[in-house]
């Protein structure tokens, strides 16, 4: 008997020795008058030992690829996990009566994984349940990072065996305000002069310098002058037998174009979310078969935006935004039929920041210069005189251009905390209309009676605290 015990041992020790295993479990089941006192459950590449208070003679497993066994005693029995899996342990007395069957269950090891968990993400609630061969991971995280962080660490040892039923909790709606301001200024600048002579009588001749012949034919012949400049002087004289006129023509043109667009948009954290106020333009085009086909292109002020909260109050942005207008300056006609150009000003990236802060996503500068001087061959070049032989154009364009993001976690509020633009108009009875001319009232109390009025001269807007 004692040769026994010894060869058992060894056999366990070299057990032991090739698989690398950590110490025995302490986790004992009885078998108690033929009944097992529940399910034996051994986490796999560990095992555990089953006792019986009658003594058997024979033992099976029924499937020896998920859990091995060993005969310590008549009454005790060793069980090693193999492989995740369920499977049934028999006992059989000597003249081969059934003492019992034992549901074995054979689970991946979660307890080293339980401890990774808590010192890579402490004070977070996971709870960590085994699931046939893989792993299920519960409860509430503080971040999508660390929610990616537990799943990469479960996939560690379970790999594609992993289920995520984990929540991330705090706030996860953002919303992104942004910001499109654009000045244009322009400046063009001309001045040019021209001069023309003419002899009367049978015998005529005459001649003209400038830009403007018809501008001195007219002063010639004593007539309005015709002319594209804003300021014009002309002048007719004789000497002597010859009529001569001098044109002198100027034009000074300022301009600024102020564009500024601030589209406000929310969405769920990881959501995509869009943004168009404007319209559709058709834009005609040829079918393969000869015909017209019809194609709309929107334009105005477009917002797509992917929000995700990384961890607390980190959120990363993916944003496409554009503002557009109709250009029908720079259009074209193709068949008798105009197709208009558009102007689009657009950007595209993707950003990190904390909730509240600032972002410069994108900027232009830009300064056009034009100056262009026509005269005539070396008689433009004389000083003073020569101004009346030459024409000469400046011009000078600048913009500036800055696409500002700003993004805010946010949370619902009570429907009736929320007031709205049609708030501050009413319809007007005819009496206001036709005796005071009041094409719009408002409330004449509370907040939305002080926002309407409020004339439309001053400052507009809508502002939500």
Do not use: C
């Amino acid at each position: 008997m004692n040769m026994k015990r010894l060869l058992i041992a060894g056999y366990l020790g070299a057990m032991f020795a090739s698989t690398a295993l950590t110490p025995v479990s302490a986790e004992v089941l009885r078998v108690m008058q033929g009944q097992a006192s529940g399910a034996l459950n051994v986490p796999m590449n560990r095992a555990v030992v089953v006792e019986s208070d009658v003594p058997f003679a024979e033992l099976s497993i029924a499937n020896p690829g998920i859990a091995d066994i060993q005969a310590l005693t008549d009454r005790s029995i060793y069980v090693l996990g193999k492989a995740p899996g369920r499977t049934t342990l028999t006992l059989l007395t000597p003249d081969g009566q059934l003492i019992s069957n034992v549901d074995v269950h054979v689970t991946p090891d979660v307890a080293e994984f339980k401890e990774r968990l808590q010192q890579i993400l402490p004070g977070e609630h996971i709870e960590v349940r085994t699931a046939n061969d893989g792993i299920v991971l519960s409860g509430v995280v503080s971040s999508t990072a660390k929610l990616d962080r537990a799943l990469d660490l479960a996939n560690r040892y379970a790999p594609d065996r992993v289920s995520n039923l984990m929540v991330v909790g705090g706030t996860q709606q953002v919303m992104l305000k942004v910001r499109f301001a654009e000045v244009n200024r322009a400046v063009s600048k001309s001045l040019s002069g021209s001069f023309g002579f003419n002899t009367p009588g049978t015998s005529r001749y005459g001649a003209g310098i400038g830009g403007n012949i018809d501008g001195i034919n007219n002063v010639l012949s004593n007539t309005a002058v015709t002319t594209d400049a804003t300021g014009v002087i002309g002048a007719g004289f004789n000497i002597g037998g010859v009529e001569a006129a001098v044109l002198l023509e100027a034009l000074e043109s300022k301009g600024m174009v102020r564009t500024l667009a601030e589209p406000n948009l929310t969405a769920l954290s990881g959501q995509e979310a869009r943004f168009l106020a404007g319209g559709e333009f058709p834009v005609p085009g040829e079918s393969d078969g000869g015909g017209i086909t019809i194609e709309f292109k929107p334009f105005g002020v477009e917002l797509i935006f992917t929000p995700v909260v990384v961890d607390g109050d980190i959120i990363n942005l993916t944003i496409d935004a554009a503002v557009s207008s109709i250009d029908t300056a720079n259009g074209i006609t193709i068949n008798d039929v105009s197709i208009s150009a558009f102007k689009r000003r657009q950007t595209s990236t993707t950003v990190e920041m904390r909730d509240g802060e600032s972002f410069a996503i994108s900027g232009l500068l830009q300064d056009d210069f034009n100056d262009v001087a026509a005269q005539v061959p070396w008689v433009g070049d004389i000083p003073i005189l020569g101004a009346l032989f030459r024409s000469s154009e400046y011009q000078r364009s600048q913009t500036e251009l800055v696409v500002i993001v700003t993004p805010h976690l946010v949370t619902p509020v009570a429907g009736e905390a929320l007031a709205l633009p049609t708030d501050r108009v009413r319809i007007p009875t005819e009496r206001e209309l036709f005796l005071f001319g009041d094409v719009a009232t408002g409330p004449k109390s509370g907040a939305a009676g002080e926002v309407a009025r409020q004339d439309f001269s001053t400052s507009y807007g809508y502002v939500m605290e």
